[in-house]
């Protein structure tokens, strides 16, 4: 085509020439060092998020990344800080409640006999298999896929589970009187 074999012989002009303008020159273009800047900015904060001996329960759903940033961000308040203490480990889970004085027994309502975690509830809890399968597809996740599937299906899971948790989390009451039949 004729424009491109314009901007061919233009390249090959520019090329050729010495640079004519202030020094120091350097010939690598801004977006080329935008680009490399991105880089090395994602590899910095992978690198400080595994450098971090704390945040146990986060580190097991969280893994930095902007698109799943801009879908968090995009939700509404109480949508946000339900995901936000789900995924932290800073909610109404038997196991926090118990953990900052509020109940003495943190076995799950649903199955009793494992410890209520939010990644119990999410991922593991027998008695959630047939929602889980519903909802997401599988009766049994991992951490990690619950970071990767839409957010939307995680709100909705946890919303049909315990119906007040984002009500109550985000007034942060206890759930310890949230009474289920534990049925799927
Ligand atoms: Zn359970």
Known sequence: ?????????????????????????????????????????????????????????????????????????????????????LLTGHCPSKYHLKKIGKLTDDTCRFCNIEVETSEHLLCQCSALIQRRLRIFGKGVLMPNEIWSTELKKVKNFIKEVIPSWGEMHSHGAAIAHTHSDGTN
Do not use: H
């Open 1 to 85: 085509m004729e424009g491109n074999e314009k901007a061919d012989s233009l390249a090959r002009i520019g090329s050729s020439t010495d640079f004519v303008g202030p020094e120091p020159f350097c010939g690598v273009s801004t977006s080329c060092l935008k680009a490399e800047l991105r880089i090395w900015e994602s590899s910095m904060i992978d690198a400080n998020w595994r450098a971090i001996s704390t945040l146990r329960q986060s580190k097991q759903f969280i893994t930095p990344c902007k698109r799943i940033t801009r879908s968090l961000l995009s939700l509404n308040k109480v949508d946000l800080s339900t995901l936000t203490g």
